[in-house]
């Protein structure tokens, strides 16, 4: 599913590294799974879980056999934002992450030309709408994840079988697009370091990790392919573990 701070383009990358050596039965587990665009490649035992309780019952509808509409119309897709409680929850996601531009839940209303230009109705609401891609982009990516155990927790109050695989894809806490959300990156890396230590294999994507950290993998994305960056600059994703010995 189309996400902000996505990581499908460097699952093939990163999972290699974070399920190598993974048992047969042992869990894979992700507090932070947002659009599940890495636990969709992932197999066996599984865990998503996401603060976002809109998002987590938009899986759960999916999953469910939940058909997405085909189309939202402008006037729709305000009326979801201003008036929240006439709608489902999980509708609500659709239409908030689905319809509105870069997936992103403030974000306006998504159309492919502008309102005026020729042949713009149909292109805007046709088979290549927004909502249409959106519509069957989760449909397909729905089939990759039965069998997951989607929850609505905060990281901090999810429930981690022992010695799961943790990958932790948080709100980085360098970034313009979460500098309001009060995350709290140092409480954050505490409890990265506690489950390291209660025997999980925890993996970090972030920028930058405090000392006893160190990365195992990183790459330079440009920025218009890292939406969590909000600047024009390029970013170096970094996977980090904890250094136990530090
Ligand atoms: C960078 S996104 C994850 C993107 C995901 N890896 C993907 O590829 O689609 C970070 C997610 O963390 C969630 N989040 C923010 N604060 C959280 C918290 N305290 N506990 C759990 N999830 C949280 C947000 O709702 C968001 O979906």
Partial sequence: ??????????????????????????????????????????DGNRIASDSNEHLIELFRALD?????????????????????????????????????????????????????????????????????QSKNNMLRQIESLRGVRFENRAYSNLYIPDNSIVYCDPPYAETTQYAQSGFDSGAFWQWARDKSLEGHSVFVSEYTAPEDFYPVWEKEIPSSLNNQTGSSKKATEKLFVFNDIY
């Avoid at 189309?2 to 869990?27: H, T, V």
């Fill in 64 to 132: 469910k056999g939940w058909q997405p509409p085909d189309f939202v119309s402008e006037d729709l897709f305000k009326e979801v934002k201003t008036c929240p409680d006439l709608f489902s929850l999980h509708f609500i996601a659709f239409v908030r992450f689905g319809c509105s531009f870069g997936s992103d839940w403030n974000g306006g209303y998504a159309r492919n030309v502008k309102k005026d230009a020729p042949g713009a109705e149909i292109l805007n609401s046709g088979a290549k709408s927004y909502c249409r």
């Fill in 1 to 42: 599913m189309k996400y902000m701070g996505s990581k499908n383009r460097i699952a093939s990358e990163i999972l290699p590294i974070i399920l190598e050596g993974r048992k047969p039965e042992q869990w894979y587990v992700e507090p932070f799974a947002g659009g599940c665009n890495l636990i969709d490649k992932v």
